[in-house]
């Protein structure tokens, strides 16, 4: 029997229709109109947010795939855009109302990690670059800031070193990459363009990302913070004194002591330190052996100093680096490699970590009597 379409199931099937950048149902975003269902055709009038939306093509596939499901024969979809006053009432409702401010205040629920260095070249942007697409594997919803607006990296360690944010009025949509949104000074700059900014630029841009950049509801945040103790690690405590800190380090003894000085900034400004992750701790060698070429026991003599736990020790792997150079990360393209093991691993002890509730409003009011 041939099935028919009419509007309520034509408007059922639209309202599981995600936006592939807001991640949210189109229905909800206002962005479908008229729909009218005629002879078994349905008309239907989408309306995007601005012109030249990138993600145009696969919203109208996605609509006219929902229109034949529900037992349309035929679609007809008319394209238009938002107009001001609509992208407007748009930005206010993601906002839900609230005038805007940074995303990841005191009363935000989000676990908010901060992926920290002492020197560079430990591995920490591709830690931060797995961790993340490992915490979005498990269900979670999850967000990557790439702070290290000098050496940025996580666009090309996530296969989206193209991809460029859209911007609806002064809201920002990140990018998506393996089901986790990412936002990168690089994703504003023309090819490999240096950036060398003094610290107000720095903090102002971190601040942006934070204010401007519309994440949604995320369950974690990730920060990979650029090496050392200078100015972002400092801005950081300021904007997110609630961050909770990870510090990378090989086994080598002179990182690990460099290593150290990150977590005790982080100390200073007022956040926790949970943990340290001893990156390239060891090469698997055929006989069974491990090649230390960095030296042993750096992160467990870290970890020891700051009274943390020591997370993981990551075996050097080839498939981890091949990982970062083609944008597809070891935890989804082969999560059978020993270190894909061990970064899943962190990855389930960060996401039930509980949330703390210190210094959050709970909304709760006094009874009267």
């Known amino acids: 029997m041939t099935r028919i379409a009419d509007r309520e199931g034509v408007l059922a099937a639209l309202a599981r229709v995600i936006d592939p950048e807001i991640r949210r149902p189109i229905t909800e975003l206002d962005m479908i109109g008229r729909v009218a269902v005629d002879g078994n055709v349905a008309t239907i009038d989408l309306k995007l947010t601005i012109v030249g939306c990138p993600a ?214 007022g956040q926790k330190v949970i943990g340290v992750i001893e990156n390239m701790a060891g090469l698997p060698q055929a006989d069974g052996t491990i090649l230390e070429l960095f030296g042993s026991g750096g992160g467990k003599d870290a970890a020891a100093r700051l009274d943390v736990p020591l997370l993981s020790s990551i075996p050097l792997s080839l498939a981890l680096r091949e990982g970062g150079d083609s944008g597809v990360p070891v935890v989804l393209g082969h999560p059978d490699d020993p270190a894909a093991i061990a970064i899943a691993g962190i990855a389930a002890g960060l996401a039930t970590r509980e949330r703390g509730l210190a210094g959050r409003k709970l909304g709760l009011t006094v009874a009267g009597e």
Do not use: C
């Open 56 to 269: 145009a093509d696969t919203i109208e596939r996605d609509v006219r795939e929902a229109a034949l499901g529900a037992g349309a024969a035929s679609t007809v979809v008319n394209v238009t855009v938002m107009s001001r006053e609509e992208r407007a009432a748009l930005t206010e409702k993601l906002r839900g109302g609230r005038p805007k401010a940074m995303q990841f205040g005191p009363e935000s629920l989000t676990r908010i990690y901060a992926i920290s260095s002492g020197k560079g070249g430990v591995g920490k942007s591709t830690l931060t670059a797995n961790l993340g697409v490992a915490l979005a594997a498990r269900g979670l919803r999850v967000g990557i800031v790439d702070a290290d607006v000098f050496g940025f990296s996580i666009p090309g360690l996530l296969g989206v070193a193209g991809a460029k944010p859209t911007q609806v009025d002064e809201m920002i949509l990140p990018p998506v990459a393996h089901g986790v949104k990412v936002i990168s000074i690089g994703m504003f700059v023309e090819g490999n363009t240096a950036v060398s900014w003094r610290g107000p630029m720095l903090h102002r841009t971190l601040q942006q990302f934070l204010t401007d950049v519309f994440f949604g509801d995320l369950d974690v945040l990730l920060l990979d913070l650029p090496p050392g103790t200078g100015d972002i690690a400092i801005s950081l405590g300021q904007l997110l004194p609630q961050a909770e800190v990870v510090v990378v380090t090989t086994p080598q003894a002179a990182a690990a002591e460099v290593a150290e000085r990150s977590g005790l900034v982080a100390r200073q400004t």
